[in-house]
């Protein structure tokens, strides 16, 4: 229970985390616009970004990625063999569509056979 | 878990599980309300539960549960097929296949009615009938592998290997990664002889599956059948011995692995079961037989 609950919390840190690095992004994205504008209205030659523009931008990014894992809950293994321990030889092989009903079951357990109460059919 | 997630998952499994079903649903069809809760759901537990009742012989609990589903769904085809399976439980295969023919009919591509009237051959005991009949089926839906498993089965049971094996690999080549499927594969080329396949899909199953224990057995057999005959046959060097050995033999000796291969192979199966057996700590008589009969 304790560590669900601190997973729990961890997972609601990393989302506030990735809600704050994503409107960092989006203010680098505004201030980078905004010094294009500035450059070109005083007509300086040179349109490189500053250093701090992008180095915003890429932090953010990084730091947006790492959350988004963290925050996303239980991953689950990607290998098909994970995939196929939930299935079990009989299932794989029972092949419903072409089942036939006219075997023994009916002489298995006869003394239910009357049947549970019947549910009322409704409306 | 609550009893409608047990459902749930049986149902997703697609085993047969009727007894249980039938156990698991009675309380939630006596109180109705429980059921109605689980909205989109309900519906699918009560075709779920009626053709548990089929397999239980419960003919008069599957019929209430139909005329449930048949006020919900008056034009369904789905519900008009369940009609024809309780008509097949109840002995009157006649009518069942009078109303899939005019399902058909109606609408030939209806696939569930037509692999119903396959079953009804079955049902029969016209198994040979029925493999005519699927075949005839897969020549248009060749990419149902539920009914290419189906007519290996028949097959199989008609002792007709070949055709089984070809029929498994049309579902391999749909599902190569389902190791069920591989681990037949291999099954039927053994029991045909064809030991240098089945050791090769034998590999394939301990590959896609984790200490196989099937697999295993499989490829130690195998192993030591194939060393077995390579052994005799270089023993036995005159001409004249090794064309009748060769006769017996259903696959050529060429396009197996190399002899210490071979011997690695064996030893790796016998090492794993051991571990596999060992691991599991509720040692009785029978491990140790086994265990008896691996170290020999």
Redesign the interface.
């Known amino acids: 229970m304790a560590a669900s609950n601190a997973s729990d919390g961890l997972k609601t840190v990393a989302k506030a985390v990735a809600v704050l690095a994503f409107v960092c992004m989006l203010h680098s994205g505004y201030a980078a616009r905004e010094f294009l504008l500035y450059s070109k209205s005083i007509g300086r030659q040179d349109l490189t970004l500053p250093i701090e523009i992008v180095l915003e931008c890429l932090g953010a990014l990084g730091v947006m990625i790492f959350a988004v894992v963290l925050g996303v809950g239980e991953l689950k293994p990607v290998s098909?063999?994970a995939e196929?321990k939930?299935?079990?030889?009989?299932?794989?092989?029972?092949?419903?569509?072409?089942?036939?009903?006219?075997?023994r079951?009916?002489?298995?357990?006869?003394s239910?056979?009357a049947?549970?109460?019947?549910?009322?059919?409704?409306? | 878990m609550s009893s409608l997630a047990l459902l749930a998952e049986i149902r997703q499994s697609s085993e047969r599980r009727p007894y249980e079903v039938l156990k698991l649903a009675e309380p939630l069809l006596n109180s109705s309300n429980q059921l109605t809760s689980a909205t989109d759901d309900a519906w699918l537990v009560y075709e779920q539960v009626f053709l548990s009742a089929l397999d239980e012989g419960q003919i008069d609990l599957a019929k209430a549960l139909l005329h449930i589903l048949h006020s919900r769904f008056p034009s369904s085809q789905r519900v008009k097929r369940l009609y024809g399976l309780v008509n097949e439980a109840a002995g009157h295969p006649d009518e069942s296949h009078k109303l899939y023919s005019e399902v058909v009919d109606k609408d030939p591509t209806n696939v569930l009615a037509l692999k119903r009237i396959i079953a009804l051959l079955k049902a029969e005991g016209k198994m040979a009938l029925a493999a005519n009949e699927l075949v005839g089926y897969l020549d248009t839906h060749g990419n149902d592998f539920e009914a290419w498993l189906e007519l290996s089965h028949i097959y199989l049971g008609l002792h007709m290997y070949r055709q089984a094996a070809f029929c498994l690999e049309e579902v391999i080549l749909q599902q190569p990664a389902n190791h069920y499927f591989h681990l037949c594969y291999a099954e039927i080329n053994y029991s045909m002889g064809l030991l240098d396949i089945a050791l090769k899909e034998y590999l394939r199953v301990i590959e896609l599956s984790t200490d196989n224990v099937r697999g295993f057995y499989g490829v130690k057999l195998t192993a030591d059948r194939i060393i077995e005959l390579l052994s005799s046959s270089t023993r036995s060097g005159s001409g004249g011995g090794k064309s009748r050995r060769d006769a017996q033999m259903s696959f050529s000796l060429d396009n197996v692995p190399q002899m210490p291969v071979l011997e690695k192979l064996s030893q790796l199966a016998t090492e794993r079961l051991v571990a596999t057996y060992s691991a599991n700590k509720a040692a009785s008589a029978p491990t140790k037989a086994l265990e008896d009969w691996l170290k020999q």
């Open positions: 098909y063999e196929m939930r299935y079990s030889i009989d299932g794989v092989f029972s092949r419903p569509s072409f089942q036939v009903y006219n075997h079951g009916r002489y298995l357990r006869p239910r056979s049947a549970p109460a019947v549910p009322a059919a409704k409306d």
